[in-house]
Structures are given as C-alpha cells and as structure tokens.
C-alpha cells in the first residue's frame, strides 16, 4: 500500500521559511518522480514542484528562486525547503506520485494527507 506521510508545515510571518518533509513507504521510492503540489482554501489543487529519479528538478514560476525541491532516497524522503514566504503561498501542501497535470493543476495522482502552511503576519 502506497502511503506519503507529509510534515513540517506551520505558522510563519512573511519572509520566513519552513522544510516541509514527506517520508514515503509501499512502493519504489528510488524510481519514481516525486511531486508537491498545494490547495488553497476555495481553490483547486496546484502543481509545486517536482524532482525525478535523476535529480532533475522543475518549479511553478510562482515558486521559482524561493522554494527548493530534494529527496535522500536511503530514507525514502522528499522535502521542500520554503523560503521568503509570502501570505499567497498558504495552502494544505501535499507530497504525491503520478500526477496528471492541466494546466498546472493537478487533476490525477495519489497525495499523503496534507501539512498546513500558513503565512500571516
């Protein structure tokens, strides 16, 4: 059974920063291409970012230079460094795999449970 446990989501005032992790279990975790993808209140799901078993990563423009995609595949984790926050960057965000995309929003995939981030001063 897939299972994506997401953590570290908090508090935090603008400009701040959080690491958010996702340990993952039941499936190849090496082989796979990992996603974050996060949903505002009232809004649909967004892709985040992504890294693929190559290490190649990719960003939505809206995070572009301010969030940081890794994973250490011993321990089967992914992480997402969220640095200079901003109060539109609060959202449930959530560790997936095989996402189906349209137009930046993910519309197919399995997702973890979700962390809170909010930012507010």
């Known amino acids: 059974e897939v299972q994506l446990v997401e953590s570290g ?3 935090v005032q603008p400009g701040g920063s959080l690491r958010l992790s996702c ?22 799901v967004e892709w985040v970012s992504s890294i693929s078993p190559g290490l190649s990563t990719y960003y939505a423009d809206s995070v572009k230079g301010r969030f940081t995609i890794s994973r250490d595949n011993v321990q089967n984790t992914l992480y997402l460094d969220l640095n200079s926050l901003k109060t539109e960057d609060t959202a449930i965000y959530y560790c ?3 996402i189906i995309l349209d137009g930046g929003l993910m519309t197919r ?3 973890g449970q979700g962390t809170q981030v909010t930012v507010s001063s």
């Open 9 to 11: 989501g908090g508090l």
């Open 23 to 44: 340990v993952a279990s039941g499936f190849f975790f090496t082989l796979s291409s990992m996603h974050w993808v996060r949903q505002a209140p009232g809004k649909p």
């Open 96 to 98: 997936a795999k095989d």
């Open 109 to 111: 995939g399995t997702r």
